[in-house]
């Protein structure tokens, strides 16, 4: 069969069917997302954190304080401890006499880079693995699920500290370390989904169409995922960025040269009875970054789940 | 008219398994038993039954959804799973919401066969979704909408559509306007009939509403039990059931004319359908038929292999017979010590279900 004597069957349809346009779920989730004023509070605030962290080089040439650059003689008293913020540091230096705001806005690359990066690795390769696992079911999926089990009961910390001491610390390897002790749990939530949505008629009817199972698997189920992948995923992004400063507090994460939260919270505490500020702004930006993705996941669940609207307004 | 469809002694059981680790199987379902039927091109063969009769459990192994436990099905004389198959026969879904995925628009749905056997280009590809559309009574402009948008029997026409974008030869409707209203089966049911005519198309017609498959079918096939227990053309099947089963049947569907359901006689039957994991020896119906007879249970019926109206019963029902409980010929039935009733104590009784 050619679509050739379609097309010349197809002769009555007019030459330029106007098209109506649906209203989306995503769109209808978008609009359900602009209502909730604690999400679009929350996407403002990591707008800015963003917009900081990207123009992190700005502030540091206005300044004239390069993240690394000590100023012993203007960031530090008399007595050697780090002066308070002020018209010359705006939060302050830390014990080296080192730019506070500056430090935290390279931070905030820092932060933004390896929970954006390591949600996405993890994120990819938790719905592949999920989906496989869902969808095969059989041995492919005992032996995943199998995989995904030992995984999330692995000690993640003493992993951690071992693959530092044994690799080096650096930005890559903390992606790498994070993204492999959260795919598992997304990995899971796709199997679940997967196999919930192996059974519904419409997959039954694309596999009658002739439809392999690679292309069911990322035409028919993959959009079904989209949902609860987003909010998981978006949930994830926290927890990864506490879990880079935790590495980063411990002396594990990356090196302890470039400004990280949980490096910069760590070196605080010495000196935070002096200077407070030192241990309040960087725990300050740490909670803001994680409280405003988490309140976004909340709000783009809502969103995504009408069903929830009644649980949401009730509060 | 020549045969587009056999299917020889398919049976298709489903194994029920048991235990942690390794799975061991503890009985089978035995959704389809021994069905031998063929569909000639051009017709309707209806399959009507009971839920859990398999008539959709055989309408899947017919798509090839489902691989046969044994038995064979020959397409156009080819074995089933052939090159083109996919083409030549396709399915139409009895849940309309179920059936279409509901994260994607309606255009690449349709256009979902045409994709995935690489046929014509993008614009030619939605010029044929648009051409179906029309086709199946909806409008081409709602081409890019959400399956949520459409009313069930919109869906259905969807699906339609979906089914034939292959220009198919074989349509299986598994129950395909039982979702949805009355008013709205009698539509979905004449653009079938419309389809059929313009498209030359054969169709097999699952359902259980007996006037729906009158109204559609050529022919008739009525299952009980994972066995076809009569085929007849559709009005000699209507007219004049030879199995008691289909008498039971046609007994229990509704009339719209008062008088004539008052005067018709219902046949009611007794107990509950057996249980398909073990279903009786002989006749599968021996344990509720009114007419049944120690050779129902000893022996199994085949259907009839001459005439176009079969029927695989060993004490067929004569014109005129009386089936209903207060006959004199039940009466006398009933004190037959070997009847095979659930307390005479007969092989494979229904009470066994519970095994």
């Known amino acids: ?315 | 008219m020549s045969v587009l469809l056999r299917v020889t002694d398919v049976r298709k059981y489903f194994p029920i398994r048991e235990g942690l680790f390794f799975r061991k199987e503890v009985g089978r379902v035995h959704a389809v038993d021994g069905v031998s039927l063929e569909v000639r091109a051009g017709e309707t063969l209806g399959i009507v039954g009971e839920s859990g009769c398999g008539k959709s459990t055989l309408a899947r192994c017919i798509t090839g959804l489902y691989p046969v436990t044994s038995g064979s099905i020959e397409f156009d004389g080819a074995p089933l799973g052939a090159k083109g198959f996919r083409r030549d026969v396709q399915m139409i879904f009895q849940d309309p919401y179920g059936s279409l995925n509901p994260r994607r628009r309606i255009g690449s749905i349709i256009a979902d066969p045409l994709v995935i056997h690489r046929i014509g280009t993008k614009t030619e590809r939605r010029r044929r979704v648009q051409e179906l559309m029309e086709l199946v009574g909806l409008n081409p402009e709602h081409y890019n909408r959400f399956p949520a948008e459409f009313s069930g029997g919109q869906r259905q026409r969807i699906g339609i559509a979906r089914a034939l974008a292959l220009r198919p030869r074989l349509v299986v409707c598994d129950e395909p306007v039982s979702a949805l209203d009355v008013s709205i089966q009698a539509q979905v049911i004449n653009l079938l009939k419309d389809l059929q005519a313009e498209l030359g198309l054969t169709y097999v017609f699952i359902a259980h509403d007996l006037s729906v498959v009158r109204y559609v079918s050529d022919r008739v096939a009525v299952m009980y039990l994972g066995r076809i227990v009569e085929i007849a053309p559709g009005e000699d099947l209507y007219k004049v059931p030879k199995h008691p089963y289909t008498n039971a049947l046609l007994s229990a569907a509704s009339v719209a004319d008062p008088d004539l359901s008052a005067r018709r006689e219902r046949i009611i039957l007794t107990g509950d359908v057996p249980s398909p994991i073990s279903p009786p020896a002989g006749c599968r119906f021996h344990t509720r038929c009114p007419k049944a007879m120690p050779r129902c249970v000893a022996e199994d019926p085949r259907l009839t292999p001459e005439g176009e109206h079969q029927a695989a019963c060993h004490f067929p029902v004569q014109p005129g017979e009386h089936l209903g409980a207060e006959t004199p010929q039940i009466q006398q039935e009933s004190t037959e010590p070997t009847v095979g009733r659930t307390e005479s104590g007969v092989d494979d009784e229904p009470d066994r279900r519970g095994d």
Do not use: C
């Open chain 1, 1 to 315: 069969m050619s679509l050739t004597d379609a097309a010349t069957e197809a002769e009555h349809v007019p030459e330029q069917v106007a098209v109506v346009q649906g209203k989306g779920p995503w769109q209808l989730a978008w609009e359900r997302l602009t209502r909730d004023r604690a999400a679009m509070v929350s996407l403002g605030v990591i707008a800015v954190i963003v917009l900081l962290a990207v123009l992190a080089p700005v502030f540091a040439a206005v300044t004239g304080h390069d993240p690394q650059e000590q100023f012993p003689s203007i960031g530090l008293s008399p007595q050697g401890l780090p002066i308070g913020p002020g018209s010359g540091f705006w939060l302050g230096a830390d014990s080296l006499g080192r730019d506070l705001f500056v430090r935290l806005l390279y931070g905030a690359r820092i932060s933004l880079l390896v929970g954006l990066l390591s949600t996405l690795l993890a994120t990819v390769f938790g719905v592949v693995v999920g989906m496989f696992a869902g969808f095969y079911g059989g041995w492919v999926d005992g032996v995943l699920a199998r995989v995904l089990d030992v995984v999330l009961s692995f000690p993640y910390l003493l992993v951690a500290i071992v693959l530092v001491a044994a690799l080096g610390a650096g930005v890559p390897l903390m992606i790498f370390v994070i993204a492999f002790f959260s795919f598992a749990a997304m990995a899971r939530v796709v199997r679940g989904q997967t196999i919930a949505y192996r059974e519904r008629e419409f997959i039954e009817a694309a596999r009658s169409l002739g439809a392999g199972k690679v292309r069911t698997m990322f035409v028919d189920v993959l959009p079904n995922l989209i949902a609860p992948v987003t909010v998981l995923a978006t949930l994830l992004i926290p927890t990864s960025i506490v879990f880079e400063a935790t590495l980063s507090f411990l002396g594990l994460g990356v090196d302890p040269r470039t400004p990280s939260w949980g490096a910069i919270l760590a070196d605080s505490i010495d000196f935070f009875r002096v200077s407070p500020g030192l241990l309040i702004f960087p725990a300050a930006m740490l909670l803001l970054t994680t409280l405003a993705f988490n309140l976004l996941g909340d709000g783009i669940r809502d969103a995504l789940d009408p069903r929830s609207d009644r649980l949401h307004t009730r509060k």
